[in-house]
């Protein structure tokens, strides 16, 4: 049984930080890749970042990029997102989601239970 379990959000004000952690397991972590992804209220979810196997390529959104950063500690089984310069339009629920593959994925087929981002202006 795959489990990922999201940590870290909460409410912060516009240009802050905040760092989600995502812990794996029930599979080998290493092998696959990772993706973050958000669903605001009344959006359908979209892609934010993701990650390759062994940290070596990410991709990130436009919306995203410069400000957010995709990484992952395979020894403990731990893919991050660091979110800088926040913004408002960031507010979402994020997901943690497992690939089906090693690469950059496009196709996940394990999620986390999400969490809660608010970012306040």
């Known amino acids: 049984q795959v489990q990922l379990v999201e940590s870290g959000g909460g409410l912060v004000q516009a240009g802050g930080s905040l760092r989600l952690s995502c812990v794996a397991s029930?599979?080998?972590?290493?092998?696959?890749?990772m993706g973050w992804l958000r669903q605001a209220p009344g959006k359908e979810r979209e892609f934010v970042a993701a990650i390759n196997w062994s940290g070596g390529t990410t991709a990130y959104a436009d919306s995203v990029k410069g400000r957010f950063t995709i990484s992952r500690e395979n020894a403990k089984n731990t893919v991050y997102l660091q979110m800088n310069r926040l913004k408002p339009e960031d507010t979402a629920v994020y997901y943690c989601?497992?690939?089906?593959?090693?690469?950059?994925?496009?196709?996940?087929?394990?999620w986390g239970q999400g969490t809660q981002v608010t970012v306040s202006s």
């Open positions: 989601a497992g690939g089906v593959g090693a690469g950059i994925e496009s196709v996940y087929n394990y």
């Open positions: 029930g599979r080998t972590f290493s092998r696959y890749g």
